[in-house]
């Protein structure tokens, strides 16, 4: 089976702009969560979706939002892109939800000008 | 918030046994406890999830006393390619009701020849 996979790989922005970066679950997971992680920090928590709903937000600014698909995929949007937004956006998904086994993409690199 | 503690880094040589502790309050009832190991630029890649006593796979092992409020990975015999970025994670659920999943800082282990 495919792990989970996340497009772009890489990405270059500048600020002001709107980014959208996208993650598809492995088969079968039905929870999808984001996290940002700043070059030498862990993974700070951004949003969780199970069942296409929100369960859980991280402390981050409304400037960022997500949704969920029905076939389970997920996208992250970024609004009037600030340079301190520049990090490895992760995605990972479980089944059925919570804390329990997350499988991580690669992440995509986002860097802002 | 709830947060967790971990030492920031630790050095072992080859065929050492390594232990790496993580502290954690708040732990939400249901919630499991997991570790995960990342390698620079890469993903959080799953070692083994627990959620009382003791858990054993391939890889490693994971200890949790009766109160959770705490876990220690133990990675027998390491090898240079353990060298790694070591994270536990577990749910929180302090957070005036949304459902927040939080990494500890990390432990960068590095596995000397």
């Known amino acids: 089976d495919a792990g989970v996979t996340q497009s772009p790989t890489h990405l270059i922005k500048t600020r002001g702009q709107h980014v959208t970066l996208r993650c598809s679950p492995i088969?079968?997971?039905?929870?999808v969560s984001w996290y940002q992680q700043v070059l030498g920090q862990g993974p700070q928590f951004i949003f969780q979706y199970y069942e296409k709903e929100e369960r859980g937000r991280g402390n981050f600014p409304d400037r960022f939002s997500a949704r969920q698909f029905p076939n389970y995929s997920s996208e992250l949007n970024v609004n009037a892109l600030l340079l301190g937004d520049s990090a490895l956006y992760l995605c990972?998904?479980?089944?059925?939800?919570?804390?329990?086994?997350?499988?991580f993409g690669p992440g995509t690199r986002l860097t802002v000008l | 918030l709830a947060k967790t503690t971990q030492p920031i880094s630790m050095d072992s040589y080859e065929g050492q046994e390594v232990n790496i502790t993580c502290s954690h309050n708040n732990i939400a009832t249901n919630d499991y406890i997991t570790w995960y190991q990342q390698f620079p630029s890469q993903g959080p890649r799953f070692i083994i999830q627990g959620y009382k006593t003791k858990v054993t796979n391939e890889v490693a092992s994971l200890f949790i006393p009766a109160d959770r409020k705490s876990s220690t990975l133990s990675l027998p015999r390491v090898s240079l390619s353990d060298t790694a970025v070591y994270y536990c994670?577990?749910?929180?659920?302090?957070?005036?009701?949304?459902?927040?999943?939080?990494f500890g800082k990390g432990t960068k282990l590095s596995v000397i020849p």
């Open positions: 994670l577990v749910g929180d659920n302090s957070g005036a009701g949304s459902y927040q999943l939080t």
């Open positions: 990972a998904s479980s089944y059925p939800r919570g804390a329990d086994t997350q499988y």
């Open positions: 088969s079968g997971h039905k929870s």
